[in-house]
């Protein structure tokens, strides 16, 4: 086996789960889709959060030093995905209907759709070139209900919608973090997806 290989497909074999991060800023509610938060160390609790610097809710975590990250279960519907993860909170409301709860940072809760969130409060940020990890205190946590928290495998097979190839599309590509197709013979090496900002790396021709 070639140590040059690096196969992509890999790295979903690692077991992640699915969460809202909330911020707010100049009493403005954002929230982005993450699926990497890691408990670090228990005494003291602290957490480790990457956001993806194209995300709105990355410069406002920066700037604030404060979030929520709602665990999300199996019974979260696709369309909180694209509420959450399709649009950019800089240009979009993400709480058109108002906020159903606050956490006592002040920070949007989900209850409707969460098992439990935790507060953060930042301590150290790392710059990882295209996106940006936090390490951070848990000021409060909340368990919300019993209910199964949702996994990466699980929004891949029972959540995200299958795409399907157009009958005129002789070529494309398909991302695999959210459908996006992309169309044309050649995926330039730089492509960014323009729905959840993943790259060229996870994206595989449509069949």
Same mark, same amino acid.
């Given at each position: 086996m070639s140590e040059n290989i690096i196969d992509s497909k890999a790295m979903f074999k690692i077991g992640y789960g699915l969460y809202v991060l909330t911020t707010r800023e100049d009493l403005k509610d954002n929230? #982005?889709?993450?699926?990497?938060?890691?408990?670090?160390?228990?005494?003291?609790?602290?957490?480790?959060?990457? !956001?993806?610097?194209?995300?709105?809710?990355?410069?406002?975590?920066m700037r604030t030093g404060k979030c929520n990250v709602n665990c999300l279960t199996?019974?979260?519907?696709?369309?909180?995905?694209?509420?959450?993860?399709f649009a950019s909170g800089s240009d979009t409301n993400?709480?058109?209907?108002?906020?159903?709860?606050?956490?006592?940072?002040?920070?949007?809760?989900?209850?409707?759709?969460?098992?439990?969130?935790?507060?953060?409060?930042?301590?150290?940020?790392?710059?990882?070139?295209?996106?940006?990890?936090?390490? #951070?205190? !848990?000021?409060?946590?909340?368990?919300?209900?019993?209910?199964?928290?949702?996994?990466?495998?699980?929004?891949?097979?029972? !959540?995200?919608?299958?795409?399907?190839?157009?009958?005129?599309?002789?070529?494309g590509y398909v991302c695999k973090i959210c459908g996006y197709v992309y169309e044309g013979e050649t995926l330039p090496e730089d492509f960014v997806c323009p729905l959840c900002k993943h790259g060229a790396s996870d994206f595989e021709p449509l069949s």
């Open positions: 929230g #982005c889709i993450i699926n990497t938060a890691i408990q670090l160390t228990s005494n003291p609790l602290r957490v480790a959060v990457t !956001v993806n610097k194209q995300n709105y809710s990355h410069w406002v975590l199996e019974a979260t519907p696709f369309s909180e995905f694209t509420r959450f993860g993400k709480f058109p209907q108002g906020v159903p709860m606050r956490s006592a940072n002040g920070i949007a809760v989900l209850p409707q759709y969460s098992n439990a969130f935790f507060s953060l409060a930042v301590e150290q940020y790392i710059d990882l070139d295209s996106h940006g990890m936090f390490i #951070c205190t !848990v000021t409060e946590a909340k368990v919300l209900s019993g209910e199964e928290t949702m996994t990466y495998s699980y929004y891949h097979k029972n !959540v995200k919608p299958k795409p399907e190839k157009k009958a005129d599309t002789p070529k």
